[in-house]
């Protein structure tokens, strides 16, 4: 079983001040759910209570009753775990397997095999490609915070009726050309 967290280096930015710090990760890997041998559906989860997570999915789905309908489980192998569901419990799939509760933003949940995240598997970058410069950083809260003002303006208009299309980018580049514009 893999660890539910892991110990990174980090650096704390204070004003303009850097220092090296190690913080506390929760990993998160995909959990693929099997009944049978036919594979369910797939979620993102923090290892560890893989049972009990398949069992209340499987309960909130409508797919059992009540926890007497499972006769079994397994770890069928690393991130699959394996539900043998009694005689009298009646297997009622959706038409579609993202029809479950699983389907989030990120693609993974909902899924119906780990096999089928293969095609889609982003690249992993080295460490050291990883590296922002600090003012970058410290120019964030202001960043989010000129954005923030656009879109509140950007909802109030709509919400006087009238029709808006609004992304960052856009509305970024329509203010540079504005003359005398502020941020």
């Known amino acids: 079983m893999t660890r539910a967290t892991v110990r990174v280096p980090i650096s704390k930015v204070h004003g303009q ?40 999915f499987l309960f909130a789905e409508d797919i ?15 991130n699959v775990v394996e539900v043998e569901l009694s005689p009298d419990a009646v297997l009622r799939l959706p038409p ?13 949940c909902g ?24 003012g970058v950083i410290h120019r964030l809260p202001y960043q989010l915070r000129q954005w923030r003002a656009s879109f509140e303006l950007v909802q109030k208009v709509s919400m006087a009726g009238v029709p808006v299309l609004a992304a960052v980018g856009a509305l970024r580049a329509w203010r540079l050309r504005r003359p005398n514009a502020a941020g």
């Open 111 to 134: 899924k119906d095999s780990l096999e089928s995240l293969a095609a889609n598997r982003c690249p992993v970058l080295p460490p050291s490609r990883l590296k922002i410069d600090a």
């Open 96 to 108: 579609s397997q993202r029809a479950l509760v699983m389907t989030l933003a990120c693609g993974v």
């Open 64 to 78: 059992i009753s009540s926890a007497a309908q499972i006769r079994g489980m397994a770890h069928f192998r690393p």
């Open 17 to 56: 001040i850097t220092r090296p710090l190690e913080d506390v990760l929760a990993v998160e890997e995909p959990l693929e759910i099997r009944v049978g041998s036919r594979s369910l559906s797939v979620t993102m989860r923090t290892p560890g209570h893989d049972f009990e997570l398949t069992a209340g």
